[in-house]
């Protein structure tokens, strides 16, 4: 598959916003999905070939958290039973069945998200020193968890927003650990599916590669804010991406 200079320049500048997307709240694969679309994937290459740059950004986003000691891993093996479980089923259902009928799922939940952060800001913003629960404590997270890595491994767009639930919503993590939870989270079960894709022959390496080349500077950056943000500047912007996360699926 060749491409112009133009559709290079188009993924490489789509990928490095979704990159920082990605690390401060979710959604970038509403820009990066239609964009490989766009050059002429079917839906099931689009959604394969685009975990290439998803395992690389959320590889080097999780790496930069952990150096800057915002990224917990006291719970974390509790935490991968139920993601786990969830990613294998969604990999091997998104490698065999279409994705369009999720698009109705994928807008209830952001909407859903919107609607939290604006009315009930305290769900995804506990309190500072507030202790966080334990997976094994909270029975909703577990839940919460097992359809993120269900979600996530099937279509991946917007899971961001659903694993903010589970770990700010339901384990009570800060948005700034939530946020470096969420990263590893993604690479865990994006490993999975991408190891499926890759079995399937499904993936596109080259459209793949400059996707992850611009992701990764863009979460780079986006750990870079999300350090030093003001936690109320973090909510607005998980808020406006939940809204913009919404128009696309609506749109696509």
């Known amino acids: 598959m ?10 490489l500048f789509l990928g490095y916003l979704a990159g920082i997307i990605n690390t401060l709240a979710g959604g970038g694969s509403n820009l990066t999905l239609p964009a490989l679309m ?43 039973i139920p993601l786990s479980i ?29 609607l939290i952060i604006l009315i009930r800001p305290s769900v995804v ?5 507030t202790v966080p629960n334990r997976v094994a404590e909270t029975p ?3 839940v919460m968890l097992f359809l993120s890595g269900l979600y996530g491994s099937f279509v991946q767009a917007g899971v961001g927003f659903v694993l903010i639930m589970a770990l700010a919503g339901s384990l009570r993590y800060d948005l700034v650990r939530s946020n470096a939870l969420k990263l590893l989270c993604t690479l865990g079960f994006t490993s999975i599916a991408l190891v499926i894709f890759v079995l399937r ?15 990764m500077l863009g979460a780079h950056h986006g750990v870079k804010f999300a350090i030093s943000a003001n936690p109320h500047s973090l909510k607005w912007f998980l808020f406006v991406m939940t809204l913009c996360g919404s128009a696309a699926a609506l749109y696509f």
């Not at 913003?125 to 020193?129: S, T």
């Open 86 to 114: 969830g990613g294998v089923i969604g990999a091997l259902a998104a490698s065999y069945a279409p994705v369009d009928y999720l698009k109705p799922v994928l807008l209830v939940t952001m909407v859903s998200m919107s």
């Open 38 to 80: 766009v050059l002429g994937m079917p839906a099931d290459v689009a959604n394969a070939t685009n975990r290439v740059g998803i395992f690389l950004q959320t590889l080097w986003g999780a790496k930069s958290f952990h150096g800057h000691g915002k990224l917990p891993l006291g719970d974390v093996g509790s935490i991968f």
């Open 2 to 11: 060749e491409f112009e200079i133009l559709e290079v320049a188009g993924l």
């Open 140 to 142: 909703s997270s577990w």
């Open 125 to 129: 913003m506990p309190e500072p020193g």
């Open 201 to 215: 022959d499904q993936v596109l390496w080259i459209p793949g590669l400059i996707l992850a080349i611009s992701m």
